[in-house]
């Protein structure tokens, strides 16, 4: 079952419950992903990531971690950008403090041409939601041709994986994502994957991981599930993602 968020106010990026009790107690430096009775991440190591599944409940989860740990830093400016529309997401965040929405691609093509020419050192959490919908954002892999929103988008994909600030794509379908958005995979070594879509999870964990299928991957009312995965550790684990805020 899905908890409340913790009220602890630590600093701590929490994610969700661990399906493990001590997992990690000792290898605290060793990941970006940390997993000891609660999931969270490492916030002075964090990497852009793909949240993908039907689930819509699952990115709301992850949009309520950031943004409760934004509220509760002091020590550093911080935007969070929610790229494309949602209708349910606008009403939600619409009118949290520090939360900017870009929804037709201009909107966003501009935003990221700002942060791509910013020298503030301001910190931005970018949340793109669905851009596989946007065909100025898709290329298929091995395209040579150039595209200028696409181009904008690796800077922006470079820039969070270089320096302060962190990229978060949401898809529904990570297999879909792979073949029109190829060029995400390298700038995003996090995955988090709903449960209840056997291949989009093939796709999205390790080649080396032999998944089966059990309880854990029942979809639930009351649980939001998902699998963790970091790409250049090949760590992965499950988590049962807090109640979205």
Not at 197 to 207: C, P, Q, T, V
Request: hydrophobic share 35%; proline share 3%; glycine share 6%.
């Amino acid at each position: 079952k899905s908890m409340e968020y913790p009220t602890k106010r630590d600093g701590v990026l929490r994610l969700g419950s661990s399906v493990m009790l001590h997992r990690d107690s000792r290898d605290y430096d060793v990941d970006t992903i940390f997993d000891d009775t609660e999931v969270s991440l490492r916030d002075n190591n964090l990497k852009n990531m793909i949240v993908s599944g039907a689930d819509d409940r699952l990115l709301k989860s992850v949009l309520s971690s950031f943004m409760i740990w934004m509220s509760r830093r002091n020590d550093v400016e911080m935007k969070l950008h929610i790229f494309g529309y949602d209708k349910s997401i606008s009403e939600k965040y619409g009118n949290r403090p520090n939360v900017y929405f870009h929804k037709s691609v201009q909107e966003q093509l501009d935003e990221m041409e700002r942060q791509i020419e910013d020298t503030t050192g301001g910190y931005d959490i970018n949340v793109f939601v669905e851009p596989d919908k946007y065909s100025e954002f898709t290329q298929s892999a091995g395209s040579i041709r150039s595209n200028p929103a696409v181009d904008s988008f690796k800077k922006v994909l470079d820039r969070t994986a270089l320096e302060s600030g962190i990229t978060i794509v949401y898809c529904k379908s990570y297999k879909t994502l792979r073949s029109s958005m190829a060029y995400i995979l390298g700038y995003a070594p996090i995955h988090i994957t709903a449960v209840g879509d056997m291949e989009n999870l093939k796709y999205a964990m390790s080649d080396n991981m032999h998944l089966v299928s059990g309880e854990f991957d029942v979809p639930s009312r009351d649980a939001i599930k998902a699998y963790y995965y970091n790409k250049d550790t090949e760590k992965s684990g499950k988590v049962i993602l807090y109640k979205p805020a």
